[in-house]
Structure formats: C-alpha cells, structure tokens
C-alpha cells in the first residue's frame, strides 16, 4: 500500500489582490471512506440563489487558516504571488518582484529565502520542472507504483479527463492505458479554469473542477463559482485479450463535494 497523503494544503486567495491563505484540510476523509448514501449534512450548501438554482451536492467545509502570505506592495493590478510546495509540508512563496519565502505549515512559520532577483509577472514558471512532451497529458504527472503507471489529465480542452500510461516499458512510444470521466456537471456550469489533480496515494486522486454557474435566462450572468472535489481510484481488474501482458484498469468513484466560492477563490491545490 501506498503513503496516503491525508493533509493536503489548499492555497486561497483572499478577497483582495496580492494576499492568499493557507489551508490544510484532509481531503482522503472527506472524498473517501464510507460512500453509502447518507441524509445531507448539517453544513450542507443548498441555497436557492435569486435566479432559483439549487446546487444539490455536500458542501466541504475548510479548516481556518494556517498562515496568510502577503506580496510586496504594488498597485492593485501589479499584485501577484505564487506557490509551490516542497517535501515535509512546506511550502514556497515568491512574489511578482521575486521576493521569496520558505513557508512551514507544521511549524506555522515563514522563513526569508535568497531572492529570485528578475521581477516575473508569472513567478511560479521558475520552479517547474521539464514535462514529457506526451501527446495525450497536459500538466503535472503522478507515478503511482502499485499500477507501474503515470497518471495525468488528458490533453484534450474539451475533456481533460483523468488519463493513464505506460511509459517506462520496451514500447518505442507512451502507451495510454485508457482515460476515465469522473464528473458531468449540469446545464449551465462552464470550467472557467484548469482542472488539478492531487495524488493521494495508494492509487487514489482528488480531481477539482472549476466552474461558474450562469443564468439560464437571456443575460446569461455568472451568478455562482464553485469548485467541485471529487475521489477517485483506479484498480487493476486483469489484463487485455489481445496477449501483450498490459494491464486493464477501471475507475471507481467515491464522494464530490464542493465549495461555492463567493469572493474567495480557490487557485491551487497540492
């Protein structure tokens, strides 16, 4: 079996430029576990909203904040801060004129670091390391050791489905394993920004969608944002027939919840 990696930090930005919050929260409990059907919650969010929606799923509730990391001072449109996380729950921040810190979240301090001395309007794109020019992934990819396999999000703008391969076998080219839809959001709700993926070990992922919810009358206005959370895990279930020793695999689906966003909106998730 697999580390699961229970707490997983959320990075929120707060309702004004050039701030975000740090959360951890333990996405296996909320996403995994008993998947029977239960009466909603307590906390569950199912409000009418003035154009008479109802969004019908579980609410997730987020833990307080763990730390507040700020940008350098800028115009209001000059603000920007990105963050990446490292091993043992921490976590870097640097700033849109690279100003760098090493946060930890157990020890809920914030440690200066050397500087990253070019100012960059996008200054995550310094840490991240070299992607496979796959044909079939975009994005960050998982190894998940129990399956021999990486798994990412599809290519494909329209899907960007949950999506395996092999590529550490003999083949000359990647071979994709097969790809899995987890989620069909209803009439209305459009993606407004890249899904991400969250291994959590043991074969199992959070997948978060993101989505504004727009009016079904003529205006079509945004009238909510909401961030759908849902399990999934893959499992082996024997191999193809065609004689060449791949392994067939197939999704099982747990729980999603969501949070509707209001003036707080979710960026990364890792």
Known sequence: MGLSQRFQNLIVDSSYAGAQWLRSIDLTRHLFGNTAAAAPAADSYNPKNKRGLRIQMERI???RPMLRLKCTYMPYHQRNIDCFPLADRKVVMVDHIGIT??????ARSVMAMPNIHKPKSDPISLFLAKEMPLPFFSGKLEYVPELKLWFGLSAEPSRRLLAAADLISSDSQPQLIGDWNEFAPPEGWLEYQEPQL?????????????????????????????????????????????????????????????????STMICSIF
């Open 198 to 262: 969250v291994n959590l070990g043991s074969a199992r992922f959070c997948i978060s969608r993101f989505f504004h919810i727009r009016s079904m009358d003529n205006d079509n206005e945004v009238i909510d944002s909401v961030v759908v959370f849902t399990g999934v895990e893959v499992m082996p279930v024997g191999h193809n027939g065609d004689g060449n020793g791949k392994v067939k695999l197939r999704m099982e689906k747990h729980k999603s919840r969501c949070c509707v966003s209001g």
């Open 61 to 63: 509730r987020f833990p």
């Open 101 to 106: 810190r090493l946060c930890d979240v157990d």
